[in-house]
C-alpha cells in the first residue's frame, strides 16, 4: 500500500489536547473554503498531535487566516499558525488509512472536508474550543459576457 501524504497551505501549532481534525477545519472556515484540515499523529498509536495542517482556497484566504488565528486562543492554549513550506505534507498513517474507509485520496476524512462553506465577513480573535457556524448564505448568480472591442485607432 503507498504511503498517504497530506499537504496544506497553513501549518498550525500549540493546540490543545484532544482536537479534532474537523474542530481545526472550524477554526478556518470563516476565512475561505477549508479543502482539509489534518492533525499530525504518532505513527505507533494514532493519537492526534498538537500541530496540524490546513488547506484553504484561495491563495489569500491563507494569509488573511494566519494573520487573524497566529496568537489566537484556542481552547486556553495560544496557537501559531503560519503559512507552511510548499514541502510540508504530514504522513496519514496506514493504519488510520484503513480505518477510515482505505480511499486512496490524499485528504482527510470526508468529515473533516469543509468544500463549499460560505464565507462570513467577520475574523473572530478569541476562540472557544470551535468556532461559530458561519450562517447559510445563498450563492450569487454571476453573468460572463463576451463583448468585442472596437479596432484600435492609430
Known sequence: MREQKFRGNVFVANLPKGYTDEELAKAFDPFGIVVGAY?????ATG???RHGLVNIAPERAAGEAVAALNGAEIGGRRIEARLADPEMALTIPSRLG???GG????GPASGSTRLGQPRSDGAPRRL???????PARTPRPFVVERVSLPPRRA
Open 39 to 43: 492533525l499530525a499523529r504518532d505513527s
Open 103 to 106: 480511499s486512496s485520496h490524499s
Open 47 to 49: 493519537a492526534p498531535k
Open 128 to 134: 472557544t474550543g470551535s468556532a461559530p457556524a458561519a
Open 98 to 100: 484503513a480505518s477510515r
